[in-house]
């Protein structure tokens, strides 16, 4: 995916006090950033916030953090942000894979919501559900884990499928056209998922549970 650069994206972000700069302070303590102890949801890869804004609005007592490493898309989320001023609602800008730096068995779901597939077998290890990644979510799950995936990706879903049940996962809720099924109710859509509805392609979707 080629990402539109936007001028000054990097100081507009940082100018938000959404956008929650040093991340690594409240490792253990981010109670005290939302200021109570509702538990915490994130969404890796949260584009332009679409979801994960919608997600915070209709559940105010749960806590929501995006997480997105690209200043030019993370604009157009704090920007929504700056609209409502959801007080459930912060932005982190790190790499998925050094989540663990910022946060210690605090987070109770994790969505991840049309990914990239990395489609070449030699870029497997950067799909959000290999190995590497599932060792870090493990790190910062609070007890019970959740994963929620959503992808038009039929490949990389059949690969999640696989490694989310080799790491222990136990799946329920699987379909392989989300947007014709019983799944479909409350179904809150990405900007992605918006665009391909339109085009009649299928969306797949699963959730993962472990102890």
Not at 83 to 89: A, D, H, I, S
Request: aromatic content about 12%.
């Amino acid at each position: 995916m080629r990402i539109k650069k936007i001028k000054y994206a990097k100081e507009k972000i940082e100018a938000s006090s959404y956008l929650v700069l040093d991340a690594e302070n409240y490792k253990g303590n981010w109670s005290s950033v939302f200021k109570n102890n509702n538990k915490i949801r994130i969404e890796i890869g949260c584009g332009k916030g679409n979801f994960i804004t919608e997600m915070a609005r209709l559940n105010p007592d749960t806590n929501f953090i995006g997480i997105e490493m690209f200043d030019s898309v993370l604009l157009r989320a704090i920007e929504k942000q700056e609209e409502l001023k959801l007080p459930n609602l912060r932005f982190v800008r790190i790499n998925a894979l050094y989540l663990s730096d910022i946060f210690d068995k605090e987070i109770d779901t994790i969505y991840l919501n049309f990914s990239d597939p990395w489609p070449k077998k030699r870029h497997y290890k950067r799909r959000l559900t290999s190995e590497q990644f599932l060792d870090v979510y493990d790190r910062i799950f609070s007890s019970d884990c959740k994963i929620v995936q959503k992808t038009d990706n039929e490949e990389l879903f059949i690969y999640s499928i696989e490694t989310l049940s080799s790491h222990g996962y136990k799946l329920s809720n699987i379909t392989f056209d989300l947007h014709n099924s019983k799944f479909n109710d409350n179904n809150i859509q990405t900007e992605y998922e918006m665009k391909f509805s339109l085009l009649n392609k299928k969306i797949f979707k699963l959730e993962a549970y472990k102890k």
